[in-house]
């Protein structure tokens, strides 16, 4: 009998440190990463119009229309891949009207991960933060420096990285709706600590979820 494959929400306010902490989770369990706002940025990339638009929204900190967001991550979840492994959704839903989609569209969360962060905290990630165009891998000046002088020459900062303040609020306007929609399946992590010790938190509770699982489908 094979084993129904997880299904992750992993949500929290901008350098709440969802990112660091996807990345040691596909690590371990092998769920399909799909970042809403990797997925933007690609399609900044690639020139196309949606991508032209997206970015006008993503400067300004706000929210782009869900007429791109929806359908990107509806095709992302829909690749094979995502799901034959599981995936690990990062950065979406963002709002009621994103959650509602998806539920239509059939796609539940086992389980709701939200990154609870101070706000100086947050600010001062955001200053810190760089990333290595040719790994991808995210940096932070001060709490994960690059490992080598050819790495550090080559980090670039965010585009938006800047308007920390207007992404905060944007966050805050969003985020009771969303947690509505999923409370009796979050789990609060204390994201101020250390990337191991939050990692240690989140790999807990999903331990614990796979121990469930297994103990309801012995019963059965
Ligand atoms: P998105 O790319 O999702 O950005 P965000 O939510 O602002 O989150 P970030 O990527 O900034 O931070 P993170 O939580 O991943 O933190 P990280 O791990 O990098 O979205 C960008 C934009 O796209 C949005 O503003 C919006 O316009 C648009 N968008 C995205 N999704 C959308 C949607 N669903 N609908 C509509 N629009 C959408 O960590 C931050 C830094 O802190 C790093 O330097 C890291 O090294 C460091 N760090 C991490 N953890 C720790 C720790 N425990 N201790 C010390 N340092 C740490």
Same mark, same amino acid.
């Given at each position: 009998?094979?084993?129904?494959?997880?299904?992750?929400?992993?949500?929290?306010?901008?350098?709440?440190?969802?990112?660091?902490?996807?990345?040691?989770?596909?690590?371990?369990?092998?769920?399909?990463?799909?970042?809403?706002?990797?997925?933007?940025?690609?399609?900044?990339?690639?020139?196309?119009?949606?991508?032209?638009?997206?970015?006008?929204?993503?400067?300004?900190?706000?929210?782009?229309?869900?007429?791109?967001? &929806?359908?990107? #991550?509806?095709? @992302?979840? !829909?690749? +094979?891949?995502?799901?034959?492994?599981?995936? =690990?959704?990062?950065?979406? /839903?963002?709002?009621?009207?994103?959650?509602?989609?998806?539920?239509?569209?059939?796609?539940?969360?086992?389980?709701?991960?939200?990154?609870?962060?101070?706000?100086?905290?947050? &600010?001062?990630? #955001?200053?810190? @933060?760089? !990333?290595? +165009?040719?790994?991808?891998?995210?940096?932070? =000046?001060?709490?994960?420096? /690059?490992?080598?002088?050819?790495?550090?020459?080559?980090?670039?900062?965010?585009?938006?990285?800047?308007?920390?303040?207007?992404?905060?609020?944007?966050?805050?306007?969003?985020?009771?709706?969303?947690?509505?929609?999923?409370?009796?399946?979050?789990?609060?992590?204390?994201?101020?600590?250390?990337?191991?010790?939050?990692?240690?938190?989140?790999?807990?509770?999903?331990?614990?979820?796979?121990?469930?699982?297994?103990?309801?489908?012995?019963?059965?």
């Amino acid at each position: 009998q094979t084993e129904e494959p997880l299904h992750v929400m992993i949500s929290g306010a901008p350098a709440s440190g969802k990112g660091t902490q996807c990345h040691l989770i596909t690590n371990k369990y092998g769920l399909v990463h799909v970042a809403a706002g990797d997925l933007l940025r690609a399609e900044i990339e690639t020139g196309s119009e949606n991508g032209k638009r997206a970015k006008e929204y993503m400067e300004k900190g706000q929210l782009v229309p869900d007429e791109i967001v &929806v359908m990107m #991550v509806k095709d @992302r979840l !829909l690749k +094979p891949d995502s799901a034959e492994k599981g995936w =690990l959704l990062d950065g979406y /839903p963002r709002s009621l009207s994103q959650a509602t989609a998806l539920k239509e569209l059939g796609f539940k969360p086992d389980i709701f991960i939200l990154l609870e962060v101070s706000e100086d905290t947050l &600010v001062e990630r #955001v200053v810190g @933060r760089r !990333l290595d +165009p040719v790994t991808g891998k995210i940096y932070h =000046l001060k709490y994960s420096p /690059p490992e080598t002088k050819e790495i550090a020459d080559r980090l670039t900062q965010r585009f938006d990285d800047t308007e920390e303040k207007l992404r905060l609020n944007t966050h805050h306007q969003n985020v009771e709706a969303v947690l509505s929609m999923y409370k009796d399946i979050t789990i609060k992590i204390n994201g101020n600590a250390s990337q191991k010790e939050v990692f240690a938190q989140i790999d807990g509770a999903l331990t614990t979820l796979l121990e469930q699982r297994k103990t309801s489908s012995e019963s059965m």
